[in-house]
């Protein structure tokens, strides 16, 4: 491909998986697969309609201030990000700072009026939410559309690795196969970690594969070692090598669904 694709529509992943955009909403309401919107594109519309309503970012709960540096740039408008780009030497923005997931609230409002307003958001995923400040008290809330949503490159991976027979390579310098009666399982639970993993905040330890042991084995099915060893490594970022010696000066590792309680 002559351009890096950080995103697919639904049209285009239905077309890929041999499936309808309506199973894909199926899944999202249930909360097996994600979806995205794309941040620039609303504000685009607030700025091209002139809608009186400003942002309030803000990190699990704490100032703006405290978010990574590539966000506080977006955070801050388009030239801000630009000359964040342009001092980082990157060719292509980075579309992780602009994609927010879809609540399973929001695919249902989506599903039953076409769109939802988009009044505040909270990513679960990314660890960064928003509100939209009305200026003007009649001002109307941007709407999120059909057409908006959108599939992130992670997520869009990870349903491939879930619609192909795929081997997947162990630590034991053999391959394991994933059977095709068997798969629907193990590919949940690959993605039940990387919905529940990752991406680490910067001020948090990795887990350890106790831990991932830990939290396949209450999903309910029964694995062997070698194949948790392999659905970990699938589930785990290209960049990432688990184990090593814990980092003092970070927390120790939390799941997802305990990190802001």
């Not at 999202?28 to 809608?51: C, H, P, V, Y």
């Amino acid at each position: 491909m002559l351009f890096p694709k950080y995103f697919y529509t639904l049209a285009e992943v239905s077309e890929k998986l041999d499936c309808s955009i309506d199973d894909l909403l199926h899944a999202a309401k249930l909360g097996q697969i994600t979806l995205s919107f794309d941040l620039d594109l609303i504000r685009t519309e607030i700025k091209g309609l002139d809608i009186p309503v400003t942002f309030n970012f803000k990190l699990f709960g704490n100032p703006i201030a405290e978010c990574p540096s590539s966000f506080r740039a977006y955070a801050a408008g388009y030239e801000a990000y630009s000359e964040y780009r342009e001092a980082k030497n990157e060719s292509y923005p980075d579309p992780s700072v602009r994609l927010f997931s879809v609540t399973p609230e929001q695919i249902f409002l989506l599903i039953e009026h076409g769109f939802f307003e988009l009044k505040e958001h909270y990513d679960r995923e990314a660890g960064v939410s928003f509100e939209l400040i009305k200026t003007k008290a009649d001002a109307p809330y941007p709407k999120i559309k059909f057409s908006d949503i959108l599939i992130c490159k992670a997520m869009y991976n990870t349903l491939i690795k879930r619609h192909n027979d795929v081997v997947i390579d162990t630590s034991h310098d053999s391959s394991f196969y994933i059977h095709e009666d068997a798969m629907s399982n193990k590919a949940y639970v690959v993605y039940c970690i990387i919905n529940e993993v990752w991406p680490l905040p910067t001020y948090m330890n990795k887990p350890s594969e106790k831990q991932l042991f830990e939290f396949i084995d209450k999903k309910g099915y029964e694995f062997n070692d070698t194949e948790k060893k392999a659905i970990i490594k699938v589930s785990t970022p290209d960049n990432v090598i688990l184990g090593g010696n814990k980092n003092s000066k970070k927390s120790d590792f939390q799941f997802k669904f305990n990190r802001n309680k």
